[in-house]
């Protein structure tokens, strides 16, 4: 039998051990690289992409000599304006990396050795960091569409007497939401392995309006949709091929083909973040926690290496976060973000 991905020394080409021995000179050549990949770490002017520049005496600061900006390593990305040594970020993305179900921040601050209010934003950085660099583009091929619930539970009672019945709209909790998840399953052209592309979507509950909406954004006309007998997906009918099946039944349909395991498969992992790792999720958040699973579904057939890269680059793609940029302050700017537009 051939021996799994994981398991194999091909998944297994990230060092911590040799990011904790770098110098801060060597990790910010890392930086460099990969911030300005196309000139092989030569700074870019990052307001007017001028080459030119004065080399700031004894620090790591350029001065453009076309428009006179001043700009450092991490000015206009996810880590501007950085308090710790760069060193300790990358090695926060790595240990990020190489948490295949997610990290506790609690656990981030013990590695790292600090408070649990710089690992909680740091995660917060780079998860939305993979959400603004998600691709977006409408899939085709086969889709599996699903939803699930979170937030909903309401504690019963301690007294038989006083308990409610929770099943009724009036004594649901108002924090409930429901997690949409659109996944694009493999068709060869890539060595990933089940789903080539996952979306995900934050809605108030599973109805037809919204999961049309989702459907137009992120979906080609006519394409081949699979999913379970929800009432919401009906609406889909006109526009796309649909395949149901009906979960009380069975999980895969024998004549229609019709499955939706893909989708399934993906809120095993985010019910494993959410239980084993977050406990408590804020309403505010929980896009960039579904699309952090969703990232890890996508490239978890990828070396711990390229992934680290990756996530690298797309923090060093992400403009300065607002949202999180002295956020302990009170001065973030976090709104509830839902998958579609109001
Ligand atoms: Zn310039």
Redesign the pocket.
């Given at each position: 039998m051939a021996q799994h991905f994981l398991l194999s020394s091909q998944a297994r080409t990230l060092n911590i051990i040799k990011i904790a021995q770098m110098t801060e000179k060597q990790a910010e050549t890392y930086f460099r690289k990969v911030r300005w990949a196309n000139t092989n770490g030569k700074p870019v002017?990052p307001?007017?992409g001028?080459l030119e520049h004065y080399n700031l005496k004894g620090r790591s600061v350029w001065k453009?000599k076309?428009?006179y900006?001043q700009f450092s390593i991490t000015s206009g990305t996810l880590f501007a304006a950085h308090k710790l040594p760069l060193k300790t970020y990358l090695l926060a993305i790595a240990l990020f990396t190489n948490e295949a179900k997610g990290m506790s921040a609690l656990k981030m601050s013990r590695d790292l050795n600090v408070q649990y209010k710089t690992a909680f934003v740091l995660l917060h950085k780079f998860r939305e960091a993979l959400l603004e660099t998600r691709d977006e583009t409408p899939m085709d091929g086969i889709v599996e569409m699903d939803g699930a619930y979170v937030n909903g539970y309401v504690r019963p009672k301690n007294n038989i007497n006083d308990r409610i019945d929770r099943r009724l709209a009036k004594h649901q909790n108002s924090n409930k939401r429901c997690i949409i998840v659109v996944r694009q399953r493999n068709d060869g052209s890539t060595e990933l392995v089940g789903s080539k592309r996952t979306l995900t979507y934050v809605l108030h509950n599973e109805n037809t309006q919204d999961i049309l909406k989702i459907a137009n954004n992120s979906i080609q006309k006519g394409t081949e949709i699979h999913t379970d007998e929800a009432n919401a997906y009906d609406t889909l009918h006109a526009k796309y091929n649909m395949k149901r099946v009906d979960h009380s039944v069975e999980y895969y349909n024998q004549d229609t083909k019709a499955c939706s395991n893909q989708a399934e498969s993906y809120f095993a992992r985010f019910r494993r973040f959410q239980e084993g790792q977050i406990h408590k999720m804020g309403n505010l958040y929980i896009l960039n926690y579904a699309n952090e699973m969703a990232y890890r579904e996508d490239t978890r057939r990828m070396s711990n290496g390229d992934i680290f890269n990756d996530i690298s680059s797309k923090c060093m793609k992400s403009l300065q976060s607002n949202e999180w940029t002295a956020y302990w302050q009170g001065n973030h700017r976090i709104s509830e973000r839902l998958g579609v537009a109001a």
């Open positions: 002017c307001k007017c001028s453009c076309n428009c900006k």
